[in-house]
């Protein structure tokens, strides 16, 4: 299905206390498939969001970085964004789901909006509760599927990032969505081996997978090969695209080589690995 990321992402401003962009930018990459971005000035963070629809349902993919409904009206904007889609594809009892790909708070504040909400269901991101969801619990290697109706993703526990890190395939888009696992920042790497065992399962699941883009939750490079912009910055002019590649999956592996046993921060054009464990221990 041919869609569009041609699109300028909201990237905050000089001032936080005059930024003028919208709380959430929406972008309709399709009809059936919309990418949401905080702004910055909300919290800085700015994460992605991604809202996508099937037949019968639904899935929102992580609920942001704030709680507050009165700075950060998710639920309002998911609801507007789903009644206009529903105008157009009308049908009774369409559900939403509530997913994510792992449980930083950065991810699931969120979450609070959509209680009460009905035809809803929202899956906490915690390990044991979203390991039941996905059945990881008894095959952490396996492929999860989640059925939209007439469009169904394929799930992964990817660790590393986060010990509940999933990643999202959608066949419709080639999306693959990798939360904080890979995306154009700083890769935080909690467990090396772990990471380094998921960058190769991503790698031999791409390969039989008409991978499109890469996806993350964040915008953390310049366009400066090997620049990042500093924690906390509220303003971001010169971003690169979100959508990254599967070759760059492969440059984040042979990276991770290169890494070796040494912690710290080491830089590379498109991204920052961080490696928080020094052990290497699972």
């Not at 986060?162 to 909690?190: E, I, M, N, Q, S």
């Not at 997978?209 to 971001?236: A, F, N, W």
Request: hydrophobic letters at 40%; charged letters at 25%.
């Amino acid at each position: 299905m041919d869609g569009t990321l041609d699109v300028r992402w909201i990237h905050g401003s000089p001032s936080a206390k005059h930024n003028t962009d919208p709380d959430i930018q929406v972008h309709m990459y399709d009809e059936h498939t919309v990418i949401l971005r905080q702004n910055m000035a909300i919290d800085y963070e700015a994460p992605f969001l991604f809202l996508l629809f099937g037949e019968a349902r639904a899935v929102l993919i992580d609920t942001g970085a704030t709680a507050s409904a009165a700075y950060f009206p998710l639920r309002r904007v998911v609801d507007e964004v789903m009644e206009r889609w529903l105008a157009a594809h009308p049908r009774e009892g369409y559900e939403l789901l509530v997913l994510h790909t792992h449980p930083h708070g950065d991810h699931i504040a969120g979450d609070g909006q959509f209680a009460g909400r009905p035809g809803t269901r929202v899956v906490d991101a915690a390990l044991d509760s979203a390991w039941e969801f996905f059945g990881f619990r008894d095959d952490p290697d396996g492929v999860a599927e989640v059925d939209l109706g007439g469009r169904v993703l394929e799930c992964l526990a990817t660790p590393g990032h986060h010990k509940a890190a999933v990643t999202f395939f959608d066949p419709w888009t080639g999306f693959l969505l990798t939360g904080d696992t890979v995306y154009p920042g700083r890769l935080y790497v909690d467990d090396w081996r772990a990471f380094t065992r998921t960058l190769d399962r991503l790698i031999d699941f791409c390969a039989d997978r008409p991978v499109t883009h890469v996806l993350g939750c964040h915008i953390e490079m310049s366009r400066k090969p090997g620049q990042d912009y500093p924690v906390r910055t509220t303003y971001q002019p010169d971003e690169p695209p979100l959508q990254m590649t599967t070759d760059q999956l492969r440059d984040i592996r042979r990276a991770v080589e290169s890494v070796g046993e040494q912690p710290g921060r080491h830089v590379f054009d498109d991204f920052v690995i961080c490696r928080l464990d020094a052990s290497g221990s699972d």
